[in-house]
């Protein structure tokens, strides 16, 4: 199983420091996971590595999209962790589905495709976060925890392709705006620039010289002044309304 993983960095991913244990430590109900992966092995393994963890629980397993959408109903994880290619139904179309009868789950997408459109589908459809099975089987454990926290992962690799392809969709629209984009204070634009270099809320703290409850504070306020959901969807739409410039 070990040997199927390779290291994952930046995108929000935790550095087991203490204060990370001690943060897992102080979780009031374990993690629950629901492991959804058309290769049974595959499954069995990210339970084996999961189960040596105190604060996950993996309530299910799930064969294909179809499936996960039933299991996620009657389960009610908070996390879904899902492959993207599936026989009967893929699990970019069980995001949506899910979405629905489980409104609380956060899913993180765990697939060896590389594929930029598996990736924005992926986003548009609901995901929290999107891996790359090279990944170490220590780090998925970590993942969990970040996405639970509220935070969005995704392989470095895969960052960079989608910050290439946001450059190359301003570069051929210039669409005009209907309604002005919410003005952001220059303290909220400096948090954004960072969280969409892919950096994690300590270390943007430790970046800015303010406290990690602040930091958490200013992301908030940019998701309520851009009605998004997530860390992911706030930098999609900074590049799309050049709130941002990439250069």
């Known amino acids: 199983?070990?040997?199927?993983?390779?290291?994952?960095?930046?995108?929000?991913?935790?550095?087991?420091?203490?204060?990370?244990?001690?943060?897992?430590?102080?979780?009031?109900?374990?993690?629950?996971?629901?492991?959804?992966?058309?290769?049974?092995?595959?499954?069995?393994?990210?339970?084996?590595?999961?189960?040596?963890?105190?604060?996950?629980?993996?309530?299910?397993?799930?064969g294909d999209g179809a499936e996960a959408v039933d299991k996620a109903a009657d389960l009610l994880p908070d996390i879904v962790l899902m492959d993207v290619r599936m026989p009967r139904r893929g699990g970019i179309e069980a995001?949506?589905?899910?979405?629905?009868v489980a409104p609380s789950a956060k899913i993180i997408m765990l697939t060896i495709s590389d594929e930029e459109a598996d990736l924005y589908d992926a986003i548009k459809a609901g995901a929290t976060g999107?891996?790359?099975k090279e990944i170490s089987t220590d780090e998925v454990a970590t993942a969990i925890r970040a996405?639970?926290?509220?935070?969005?992962?995704?392989?470095?690799?895969?960052?960079?392709?989608?910050?290439?392809?946001?450059?190359?969709?301003?570069?051929?629209?210039?669409?005009?705006?209907?309604?002005?984009?919410?003005?952001l204070t220059e303290r909220e634009l400096e948090v954004l620039k960072l969280v969409a270099t892919g950096m994690n809320n300590r270390d943007i703290a430790k970046?800015?010289?303010?406290?990690?409850?602040?930091?958490?504070?200013?992301?908030?306020n940019i998701l309520e002044k851009l009605q998004l959901h997530s860390r992911m969807e706030a930098v999609v739409y900074a590049m799309r309304e050049k709130i941002l410039e990439i250069r």
């Open 95 to 100: 995001c949506t589905s899910i979405k629905e």
């Open 1 to 62: 199983m070990a040997d199927t993983f390779g290291p994952l960095r930046g995108a929000g991913a935790g550095d087991g420091t203490a204060a990370d244990r001690d943060a897992d430590s102080a979780r009031a109900e374990p993690i629950r996971v629901l492991v959804v992966d058309d290769h049974a092995l595959f499954r069995r393994g990210l339970e084996i590595v999961l189960l040596a963890e105190e604060d996950i629980e993996v309530v299910g397993e799930a």
């Open 130 to 132: 999107y891996l790359l």
């Open 147 to 183: 996405v639970a926290d509220g935070q969005s992962q995704i392989s470095p690799s895969m960052a960079s392709k989608l910050l290439t392809e946001f450059k190359s969709m301003i570069q051929r629209t210039d669409e005009r705006r209907l309604v002005p984009a919410p003005r």
């Open 207 to 220: 970046e800015l010289f303010i406290s990690e409850n602040t930091v958490k504070n200013h992301v908030r």
